[in-house]
Nanobody, 124 residues
Framework: VQLQASGGGLVQPGGSLRLSCAASGIIYSLNAMGWYRQAPGKQRELVASISSGDRTNYADSVKGRFTISRDNAKNTVYLQMDSLKPEDTAVYFC???????????????????WGQGTQVTVSS
C-alpha cells in the first residue's frame, strides 16, 4: 500500500493549484489524513488535516486560502490551494494516520504512512 501524490507545479502569485493524494490497493479503512510541507532549510510543517468524520484543521498561514477535502470512495484526499503566495513554495507531502488494507491473504494495518512529495513553486 502506498500514498500517491500529484498536482504540484509552478504557479504565479495569486494563482491556484489542486493537490491529490490517493491510497493505492484495497483499502478497508482510512483514518485522518493530512498535508504537510517542507521549504528549503525549514522543518516540515502541518498545512491541513481532515479526520475520517471530515473535521478539518488548518495552519494559520493558510486559513481562508486552502481547503482540504476527501473522497472516501476513492481513498483520496485533496488540497485546493488558492491565492498562492511565494511563501507557499515547498515540497508538499500527504500523510495518513492509519489505514487497514488487503494484502492477500491477510488484512494488515499501516500507521504513519507518507506519500512522496510534490513540488509547489509560487513565483512570477
Amino acid at each position: 500500500v502506498q500514498l500517491q501524490a500529484s498536482g504540484g507545479g509552478l504557479v504565479q502569485p495569486g494563482g491556484s493549484l489542486r493537490l491529490s493524494c490517493a491510497a493505492s490497493g484495497i483499502i478497508y479503512s482510512l483514518n485522518a489524513m493530512g498535508w504537510y510541507r517542507q521549504a528549503p532549510g525549514k522543518q516540515r510543517e502541518l498545512v491541513a488535516s481532515i479526520s475520517s468524520g471530515d473535521r478539518t484543521n488548518y495552519a494559520d498561514s493558510v486559513k481562508g486560502r486552502f481547503t482540504i477535502s476527501r473522497d472516501n470512495a476513492k481513498n483520496t484526499v485533496y488540497l485546493q490551494m488558492d491565492s498562492l503566495k511565494p511563501e507557499d513554495t515547498a515540497v508538499y507531502f500527504c500523510h495518513a494516520d492509519h489505514l487497514r488494507y488487503w494484502s492477500g491473504p491477510l488484512i494488515k494495518d499501516e500507521s504513519d504512512l507518507w506519500g512522496q512529495g510534490t513540488q509547489v513553486t509560487v513565483s512570477s
